[in-house]
């Protein structure tokens, strides 16, 4: 998907929303545990109580892969049950040395069919460059993470730009923004504005609302740019909105508050 | 395993050589491929060549997953096969929010019952934690990487100090010397004596030599502490030394060829 494309489905749904599929067995109702792969038909339900409401889907892949090959199956049904013109990321945070970076790039745009896959910037160019060799596939780079953590070595300081600023100057000219995203999460509201200023033009990739306390509006009010350029995540505060027999209607319904929220900062920027 | 358990295998085989399994159907013998499952096989027959002559196995999960859930029961096989008093490392450069970093963990140390697992520590504290957790379990967290872009970001200096230096000093008060290793890449010979003043027990786990040019004989002299401290990987000096029938004797040659020279460095330093 081109990020044109993108765009144009964020303007005909008016949503920016990526709905996160870290489906927990411990958390969904528990009548899918009489299913033969219960993760995959939750996902199922929930795809299709949202897919008119969202243009992405993000599976991490943590909750797919404890379970070993037949989780890995799980994850494969789930891709190919989303719709072609919804953008799919696998949230890997993959990153690894030249030869062994092309097999994860393998495994995330061919095996499983996403459309762009999260990696880790540690380990430099030649980690991220495998990931960019495929026509029409994303990767979404770590910036600024959402997590408390993210204070450990992304705010160090080195001639005046924090390391993760670091990582946004010198990955942009690894590739184009038709074909980078970052992750910057909704926990750091106060640094949108100056992100902004060093990638103005690519989408960003924003965890963090709900269960980890970022604000969707905030986010809008200084994130947006002149194609919306983000996606914003919710994964627990839509999958888990309830455990009973109503949770599909109580995870469309905590998906269509973000969308509404949505669909006014989008009229605000585009009318 | 314990460290000190660790410590007495070395000297046991007289090797500090781990074998990375990092399996590629398009380098391995071409008979293997008329076999159900050809990377476990291949792996089968590279473990009984050179199990006297290695302390640790390493399959780099990148090549298996990038064959789906056949890839990861690949993988679950090969980490089942290997004698219990090998040590085990999933080289999967995780690194994750809390919740998901959880995930990852169970995946490794439950799923797989791997002993260790690499941690990329970009997202810090946090996303390293809950792999802590597990009883007799490692986290080998990327300290400095043996690839060329690991100059991008690893070097950055804040007050006086690279990133790399940063991920030391922070990460050492998360969890023991007994159940903390660094990735120090063998391609930075010249910075092992300043990482001993940071980690001067821990054990490293040190890529790069082979295909990637770093040189055993500086990592000994400079990276070795009391307790040997070092975990020296090959793989496709290892794996790929023949592709012909006599695949099993060129690859045990190449593994023993690396012993003979740690043998070396152990003996100088031990007795």
């Excluded at 762009?116 to 979404?140: H, N, R």
């Excluded at 919306?228 to 209607?249: M, P, Q, T, W």
Aim: one cysteine or more; a negative charge.
């Amino acid at each position: 998907m081109t990020k044109e494309e993108l765009f144009k489905q964020i303007l005909a749904k008016e949503s920016f929303l990526c709905v996160g599929l870290d489906t927990d067995l411990e958390k969904i109702p528990s009548f899918f545990l009489d299913y033969d792969d219960p993760i995959f038909e939750f996902n199922k339900r929930i795809i299709d109580c949202t897919k008119d409401l969202c243009v992405a889907y993000k599976p991490n892949t943590a909750f797919y892969e404890c379970y070993g090959a037949k989780g890995w199956e799980s994850l494969q049904k789930t891709l190919d049950y989303i719709p072609d013109d919804i953008f799919t990321i696998a949230d890997a945070k993959r990153g690894d040395i030249g030869n062994t970076s092309s097999r994860y790039a393998k495994a995330f745009f061919e095996q499983l069919g996403a459309d762009s896959v999260t990696v880790a910037p540690y380990m430099g160019s030649d980690s991220v460059q495998p990931f960019l060799g495929f026509d029409g596939k994303w990767v979404i780079l770590l910036a600024l993470t959402s997590n408390q953590g993210s204070k450990d070595f992304q705010f160090l300081e080195h001639k005046d730009q924090k390391v993760y600023q670091h990582v946004l100057e010198t990955s942009k000219q690894w590739g184009s923004d038709d074909q980078l995203m970052y992750v910057v999460g909704a926990t750091h509201p106060e640094n949108f504005v100056e992100i902004r200023k060093h990638v103005p033009d690519h989408f960003l990739l924003v965890p963090g609302i709900g269960a980890q306390g970022g604000d969707l509006s905030k986010v809008s009010e200084f994130g947006m740019n002149n194609q919306c350029g983000l996606l914003v995540n919710s994964s627990r505060g839509i999958l888990y909105a309830s455990r009973e027999k109503d949770f599909e209607e109580a995870s469309r319904s905590a998906a269509l508050k973000l969308q509404q929220k949505m669909a006014v900062s989008l009229t605000k920027k585009f009318h």
